[in-house]
């Protein structure tokens, strides 16, 4: 057994799993080899000292007067030679002949050793990773299989689903990406760690890495959201009155967010500098559009917005993409009208009202036409 000790030493060291926590696998792996070697009695029992590894097989009987199952039963007269003062009923420990038990036991050791290995580090994969929820990691692509890729992160494999990629990008091996930790699920062959790169959350922790202000909890993101690959909107304050929370995520001349866009594969990304008066978030959220004038109804949490003619498209912007990030935004229905097409309604308005009052003006000269002749 000294192979084996030395092997569980190495493990101990190596893997940092418990020597106690080897050495009862094995016994109870070994256990049941020596009663299925025995013809599976139940009786048979066997330690292994922890120090030396050396195994101890033997049976335990019970002290009976008349022995009828000699397996299982020992005469009161050979239990007083062999253990003094033990009684009748009692039960006693005979030491077995360990027969070819060595090779058997090597070969199991080994096979629990291993298996034993595997669990551990699955367990210790799983509690570190599950830590890390949450987080971005680093990794270089090993492979593509259907509709996943595998990236290397170290001490394990990430998958991350084609459908989480950037739409405008296409990963290929030995390409280096970060990636945010979704979620972390045991299966039957193993962790499986669970990543994306189209999650706004992952531009949210890229800010987080970027900007010491928001690691520190002076600039905080209220919202983002985002379509991967085209473009996100942020929207940020400050819990610092001296700090101007666009200017911080930007960072010197643009280098921070410079940075995220590089990683983003050149997403744009809009920061909004938050407001609670809706008007003013909503005219902010369709950056980079200039807005001439926001009408809510606050009930229906509708919005109203007018911009120039040479503003329009890019308020809507590309098949309305900046308008319905807008709405995500904000949470408000916005509708986004031209100048002209809001003078042309303004002036149809001004009509109708024009018209209503010659109705009404004509509808009273009547009345006081007819007024003389009824008296």
Known sequence: MKEIAFLIDQICREKGISKDVLVGAL?????????????????????????????????????????????????????AEEFPGKNLGEVVELPMAPMDFGRIAAQTAKQVILQRMREAERDALFNE????????????????????????????????????????????????????????????????????????????????????????????????????????????????????PVGACVGMKGTRVQSIVRELKGERIDIIPWNDDPRVLIARALSPATIDRVGINEEEKTAMVVVSDQQLSIAIGKKGQNVRLAMKLTGWDIDIISDTEYSKIKMEEAEAAFDEALRDTKKEREKQEKAPAED
């Open 129 to 244: 990773f599950k830590g890390k929820v949450g987080q971005v990691v680093s990794g270089s692509v090993l492979r593509k299989e259907k509709n996943f890729y595998y990236i290397n992160i170290g001490k394990t494999e990430a998958v991350l689903p084609v459908k989480e990629t950037l739409a405008s990008e296409t990963l290929r091996r030995g390409d280096f990406v970060k990636a945010y930790i979704e979620d972390i699920r045991i299966t039957p062959k193993g962790p499986v760690i669970l990543v994306s790169r189209a999650t706004p959350k992952f531009v949210a922790e890229l800010f987080r890495m970027e900007v010491p202000e928001i690691s520190e909890g002076l600039v905080k993101i209220k919202d983002i959201v985002r379509e991967p690959g085209e473009r996100t909107k942020v929207a940020v304050f400050s819990t610092d009155s001296s700090i101007d």
């Open 27 to 79: 016994e109870s792996a070994l256990l049941s080899a020596a009663r299925k070697r025995y013809g599976g009695r139940t009786n048979i029992n066997l330690r292994i000292d922890p120090d030396t590894l050396k195994i101890n097989v033997f049976e335990e009987k019970r002290i009976v007067e008349n022995v009828q199952n000699a397996d299982e039963e020992i005469s009161v007269e050979d239990a």
